[in-house]
């Protein structure tokens, strides 16, 4: 299993390159320039791995939710890629990313409640659980809204306390103080190509691979995803 993966969802731009369970990774925390830096991040995984593009499984990439303008560069990154080496592609959560990267960093830890600064005075997230190989399996559905209107899953009542994961905790105060007493710990991580790869293994596994022009990003808010009017 040979896979690319790619993020650059916030200001961490990110490359992996997944062969037989061994990553070879770039990664770089700015605020802009994410363009040209992804592509040359790729460009040094691949020869460090002395891999060809064309040779590949699949190309992964962080579909969202986060920056729009970051979201979108990802997966019209992976489309190109992905066309000119005649791959198909695998979206993959960037809040799945997230979760991943804090069950990966405590092997205890069971469940992860996620949140991501989404700007406007809200946050992006989700809950994900340890599933099967130690990878991050959704529980509902990813939200975006105001910090007050996070929740638990009902069933997580019972059994052991999620940690927080995510930029959001640090973002809005509010939010670390009210789930301060809920949950074990919190984790200000932000997503990485290193996960994204780890997650679209078993999507490739199973066959749940898209053709390039279905690379799209994902953004959650309906009022961005929603196309404008050509009265705007």
């Avoid at 037989?20 to 991040?41: C, F, K, N, S, Y």
């Avoid at 994900?128 to 929740?151: H, I, M, T, Y």
């Avoid at 799209?216 to 050509?230: G, I």
Wanted: hydrophobic letters at 45%; one cysteine or more.
């Amino acid at each position: 299993m040979r896979i690319l993966a790619l993020d650059t969802a916030t200001e961490n731009c990110s490359a992996a390159l997944l062969v037989d369970g061994r990553l070879t990774v770039r990664e770089r925390r700015q605020p802009r320039g994410h363009a040209e830096l992804i592509l040359a991040m790729v460009d040094e995984v691949l020869r460090e791995a002395g891999a060809r593009l064309e040779d590949l499984s699949a190309l992964a990439f962080g579909r969202g939710p986060g920056s729009f303008t970051g979201v979108r560069l990802a997966a019209s990154v992976a489309q190109g890629l992905a066309h000119g080496a005649g791959l198909r592609v695998i979206p993959v959560s960037d809040l799945g990313a997230v979760a991943q990267r804090a069950l990966g960093e405590d092997a205890a830890l069971a469940r992860v409640l996620v949140c991501n600064d989404a700007r406007m005075r809200e946050v992006y997230w989700a809950c994900f659980s340890r599933g099967a190989g130690g990878l991050a399996e959704p529980v509902g559905a990813e939200r975006v809204s105001d910090p007050g209107r996070v929740a638990l899953p009902p069933e997580w009542s019972v059994g052991p306390k999620p940690v927080g994961a995510g930029n959001g905790f640090a973002a809005y105060p509010e939010l670390r103080t009210a789930w301060s007493g809920a949950l074990t710990a919190l984790r200000e991580v932000e997503p990485r190509a290193a996960e994204i790869a780890l997650l679209a293994v078993p999507e490739a596994l199973a066959g749940r691979l898209l053709d390039p022009e279905q690379a799209l990003p994902v953004y959650v808010r309906d009022d961005v995803a929603r196309p404008q009017s050509s009265g705007h």
